[in-house]
């Protein structure tokens, strides 16, 4: 999943209105992209990352990408995020689950 913040969203502002301080947008599905079988690897990345830009620029949104799996959903999990700052830095972290 995908979670992208306005940095409104997420008090990075001074002194915020009330819209301002509205929950934070949660994106999760990429217009023209159905399934994930749809189309290959590489026009996937390159969708993903066209939305990426013309929507949510990284100067003004922080970037937000988790994923998680397990084995017959209870062994061998684990879970991870990596989060992108408008200041182009990163940080990740990554945990077993089961």
């Given amino acids: 999943m995908q979670m992208l913040l306005h940095l409104e969203s997420v ?3 001074h002194n915020p209105t009330p819209h301002q301080q509205s929950h934070p947008e949660i994106a999760k599905d990429i217009d023209g992209i159905s399934t994930k079988r749809s189309m290959s690897k590489s026009l996937l990345r390159c969708v993903s990352q066209d939305m990426l830009k013309e929507k949510y620029p990284s100067d003004h949104w922080i970037r937000a990408f988790t994923d998680g799996s397990a084995s017959e959903a209870i062994r061998d999990g684990g879970d991870g995020i ?4 408008p200041d182009e830095t990163s940080s990740s972290i990554s945990i077993p689950t089961g």
């Fill in 11 to 13: 008090g990075r502002i």
């Fill in 82 to 85: 990596y989060i992108e700052w």
